[in-house]
């Protein structure tokens, strides 16, 4: 599952990726929209075992996610051919972060 979002269509709450009840499918969070800021926190689903992955939108100049993230899982940051930031707020995962694309990714706080 892929979603494609714009923060004003997320609420106030935070997000969370993958599927809590558990799982192999895997979760994709990516913008809607070029220049977008997501500000809102992402949480790692504990249960699911799928990959999860936040990146940039295909053929978006840049995208900047400055919520964060948490969890216990596995987590890949693919900025898919843009310019992917994480700024603001710390990367928290407890396993592995693996970045990758074609684009260049941008980690501008603490991991």
Same mark, same amino acid.
């Given at each position: 599952?892929?979603? /494609?979002?714009? +923060? +004003? *269509?997320?609420? @106030?709450?935070?997000?969370?990726?993958?599927?809590?009840?558990?799982?192999?499918?895997?979760?994709?969070?990516?913008?809607? %929209?070029?220049?977008?800021?997501?500000?809102? =926190? &992402?949480?790692?689903?504990?249960?699911?075992?799928?990959?999860? @992955?936040?990146?940039?939108?295909?053929?978006?100049?840049? @995208?900047?996610?400055?919520?964060?993230?948490?969890? =216990?899982? %596995?987590?890949?940051? %693919? /900025?898919?051919? *843009?310019?992917?930031?994480?700024?603001?707020?710390?990367?928290?995962?407890?396993?592995?972060?693996?970045?990758?694309?074609?684009?260049?990714?941008? &980690? /501008?706080?603490?991991?």
């Amino acid at each position: 599952m892929v979603y /494609s979002l714009r +923060d +004003d *269509t997320v609420g @106030t709450t935070g997000i969370t990726l993958g599927n809590s009840a558990g799982g192999e499918n895997n979760a994709t969070l990516v913008s809607g %929209d070029s220049g977008r800021n997501i500000s809102r =926190p &992402i949480t790692l689903a504990a249960g699911t075992t799928g990959t999860l @992955t936040v990146g940039g939108g295909s053929g978006i100049a840049e @995208t900047t996610y400055s919520g964060g993230v948490t969890g =216990p899982n %596995d987590l890949t940051l %693919d /900025s898919r051919g *843009t310019l992917l930031t994480m700024s603001n707020a710390a990367i928290n995962n407890t396993k592995t972060l693996t970045v990758k694309g074609a684009g260049n990714t941008v &980690i /501008s706080f603490g991991i």
